[in-house]
């Protein structure tokens, strides 16, 4: 079984671009979470998706949005970018929402650089 | 103060030693406990997973949680330099699938 994939694997964009990352989940898996990673914050929660909707929402601004599609492959957008947007971006799928017991398997990640 | 603690580290052992890696939190809600290993240029892996309290042992590796304390535990006997990585400790509470990480600890074991 294929695991959960990420594109493009690295990026660089310059101050007041906007970027689009995609994650693809594991099959049959519905729920996609994204996550920031940096080495003075480490993984922070970005948000949760499940059959297309947003349930879940991490305390960043809104210039990070996402959307699911019905495949639920799921795309992450950064508008606006700023330099402390720089970081390893993870996506994350497990099988259904609402249970703790569902393991997360993460994908390798989006490596953003903002000059 | 963060909600999950960790020691970033980094830690260098011999190999064959045993290896204690520790996290505090300070949710009570908190029910799951996962361990994830990270090795360079990759995403995390689930190495243990745990609710609530108790020990749970997989091979060399055990993973406890006293929750009393809010205090979790992974140990690795018998370390590899192949267990060098970065090691997370993440935390959710029921119903909520958002995880709360630990800053991670890195861990060189050495030949």
């Known amino acids: 079984k294929a695991g959960v994939t990420q594109t493009p694997r690295y990026l660089i964009k310059t101050r007041g671009q906007q970027v689009t990352l995609s994650c693809s989940p594991i099959?049959?898996?519905?729920?996609v979470s994204w996550y920031q990673q940096t080495p003075g914050q480490g993984l922070q929660f970005l948000f949760e998706y499940f059959s297309e909707t947003q349930r879940n929402k991490g305390n960043f601004p809104g210039r990070f949005s996402g959307r699911q599609f019905s495949n639920s492959r799921s795309e992450m957008n950064v508008s606006t970018l700023e330099l402390g947007d720089s970081a390893l971006y993870l996506c994350?799928?497990?099988?259904?929402?609402?249970?703790?017991?569902?393991?997360?398997?993460f994908g390798p990640g989006t490596r953003l650089t903002v000059l | 103060q963060k909600e999950v603690e960790q020691d970033p580290g980094p830690l260098s052992v011999p190999e064959g030693a045993i290896v204690s890696l520790n996290c505090t939190y300070s949710n009570s809600a908190f029910q799951y406990f996962m361990w994830y290993r990270q090795y360079s240029r990759k995403g995390p892996e689930l190495l243990m997973y745990t609710y609530s309290s108790g020990n749970k042992e997989d091979g060399r590796f055990t993973a406890q949680v006293d929750k009393s304390s809010k205090y979790i535990s992974l140990f690795i006997r018998d370390s590899q330099p192949s267990d060098s990585a970065t090691y997370l400790c993440?935390?959710?509470?029921?119903?909520?699938?958002?995880?709360?990480f630990g800053t991670g600890t890195r861990l060189t074991i050495i030949p």
């Open positions: 993440a935390m959710s509470a029921p119903g909520n699938e958002k995880l709360t």
């Open positions: 994350a799928s497990s099988l259904a929402l609402a249970t703790s017991t569902d393991t997360q398997y």
């Open positions: 099959s049959g898996h519905r729920s």
